[in-house]
């Protein structure tokens, strides 16, 4: 006589692991750097097809375009596409040789004056960008474009010409700073955590740590986001947590936050993940295939913060 029991259609699934959600989010949603990215990451994946799917990207003048950075649209080489690729590479480990000198040398031909990177090159011209991207014929330097450069070309022992004085405006920039938002801060931590003077850092770091809490740049309490302002020109609700400035342990950054804080920010992002398996993108959203084409990369970042704070995935 056969056993009876509940139908197995009745039964309640077994709860899936964030990272089971967001691996059928990738793999639905996600441009094939993205999915190439999350395998590297979070299965095992070998390094050779990120490159390969990068490479798609990459104009014959050393520099990164067709949309790279969501946000701007188009082929040609812009710096935030540049810095884009540059992230990749240093995540795969593949930030060295022929290829980096070539990005470079890009790097060096669209700088301005003071040998630092401007936010958009005017070459953008007649190609959709977002609104809060301006397009000027003069653009000038930017934090928020160099630091992240400057420091990602530090950390993996590259030395060019180009980052002499990108490394002093750096520098200039920073020790300067009386007001910022969270965007150049978080440019600004990116540079200080692989700066070659890492005694001018710490004590650089520690300045704006003052800074980011004398004003409110960081939503410490989750529950009460209403006690922290948006900066200016920000979308409703952009606000920047904890983590957005220290991404793991090991940044300059985490010295800024109780541990209570930071873990309480890493709960607000756990929280964060959608039905859907994703993660939502904060910024400002101005056309719809600029955020199917961001949240996955969005979601690929939450799990590595996720992770490297010890917070269990899956």
């Known amino acids: 006589m056969a056993e009876t029991g509940a139908s197995p259609l009745l039964s309640t699934p077994p709860a899936r692991s964030p990272l089971s959600r967001a691996e059928h989010f990738v793999w639905l949603t996600a441009r094939v750097l993205e999915q190439r990215l999350f395998a590297y990451h979070f299965l095992r994946g070998d390094a050779d097809p990120v490159e390969t799917a990068l490479d798609a990207y990459r104009n014959p003048d050393g520099g990164y375009g067709h949309a790279l950075e969501p ?76 630091g992240p450069v400057v420091g990602l070309l530090h950390r ?102 109780t541990d209570d804080e930071m873990a309480r920010s890493l709960d607000h992002l756990a929280s964060e993940q959608r039905e859907d398996g994703g993660w939502p993108v904060r910024w400002r959203q101005w056309a719809p295939g600029t955020v199917l084409e961001a949240r996955p990369m969005v979601t690929i970042e939450a799990l590595r913060t996720l992770r490297a704070y010890g917070r269990a995935i899956g």
Request: charged share 20%.
């Open 71 to 146: 946000d701007l649209r188009g082929p040609v080489s812009q710096p935030l596409h540049t810095a884009h690729a540059l992230r990749v590479l240093d995540r795969i480990g593949r930030c060295a040789g022929q290829r980096v000198e070539r990005v470079c040398r890009y790097l060096t031909s669209v700088s301005t004056a003071e040998g630092a990177l401007p936010a958009i090159h005017p070459s953008q011209r007649g190609y959709p960008a977002a609104p809060f991207l301006p397009i000027v014929d003069d653009p000038p330097s930017d934090l928020l474009a160099t």
């Open 156 to 257: 993996n022992e590259v030395w060019h010409a180009w980052l002499f004085r990108a490394t002093d405006f750096c520098w200039q920039r920073i020790e300067s700073l009386e007001k910022s938002h969270p965007y150049e801060i978080e440019a600004a931590v990116a540079f200080l955590d692989s700066a070659p003077d890492q005694a001018r850092a710490h004590a650089a770091a520690d300045r704006l740590g003052r800074l980011v809490r004398e004003h409110r740049l960081a939503a410490l309490d989750p529950d009460d986001l209403g006690a922290y302002p948006v900066a200016p020109g920000y979308a409703p609700g952009e606000h920047h947590f904890p983590y957005d400035f220290a991404p793991g342990p090991d940044s300059l950054a985490r010295a800024w936050f």
